[in-house]
């Protein structure tokens, strides 16, 4: 059985077809595949903080988490999100099990950095939780919020969740957004990248390319690679079947490589 650590980015949860969640449920039942989901939410969280006139700021990528913002970030992720994960994995004749990266201790972490507040940087996963969901046939569904032994809960942006999850599994990992893969400008013409190398990434980040919530999507995915993940691949959750086309080895998406394995594909 091959873990499949599935991130869904919340830029395109609403608009995914059900097809996307037939094919989990599909991969599932397989024998093949023990698929997990890991999602975000972060559009969803800027609309409550809005409602809230909360302003968030971001580095690299990151939201700058405030204590009372927290509380907001966890109530959509745990709650709305996680919950909407699992009712469509239901309905689509799925097994879902919702929970979220402090239950168990599952996502254990640390402060990451100071300027941004709570925002947590895993440094352990009890991977075991989901091993045994996955063997009793259900389909893990994980908010990324994770905790420390004082019981200080974090922020953690959701590929860099899902990345950790997918070490700990030795899973492959896709990163499912709402692009086709990485897209870059060459003679004035935009196209996405077949696969991309970590040299490649660092001068498309130097250089401004990739920005945004683009870089933890592939900064989370090197250190991945880096890390037991055989495979990361950043492809668009609107496209038709999408999981079964990167399951059976078509090449779609954008797939990253360590530098060193570029002379074997
Ligand atoms: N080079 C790039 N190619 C494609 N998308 C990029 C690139 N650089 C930045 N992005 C941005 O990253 C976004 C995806 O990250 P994010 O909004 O965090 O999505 P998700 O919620 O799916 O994790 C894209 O919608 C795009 O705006
Ligand atoms: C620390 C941090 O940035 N956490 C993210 C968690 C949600 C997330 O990652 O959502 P997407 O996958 O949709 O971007 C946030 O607060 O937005």
Redesign the pocket.
Known sequence: MNYLVI?????I?DSLPNSFFEDIVKLSKSNKWNPVIV????????TLLEKFDIT?D?VD?????TPE?LDL?EM??SGSVNKKVVRQIIKAQGNALGLSGVDGGLFNARLKDKR?GL??EIISVNSGIIETLCMQGYIPVIS?LAIDTNGQH????????AAAMAKSLRAKLCLI?DIPGIIVEKNNEKMILNKVTKTEVQSLLDDGTIYG?MI?KVTAALDGLMHQVSEVVILNGNQEHCLLDFCQGKNIGTKLLLDEEVHHV
Request: hydrophobic share 40%.
């Open positions: 991130k869904c980015g919340g830029s949860f999602h975000g939410g972060g559009p969803l969280i800027n968030s971001f990528g990151l939201r700058v988490t913002m970030v959509v992720l941004l925002v947590g990324p974090y922020n953690i942006n959701g590929d860099i969740a957004s919530g933890p």
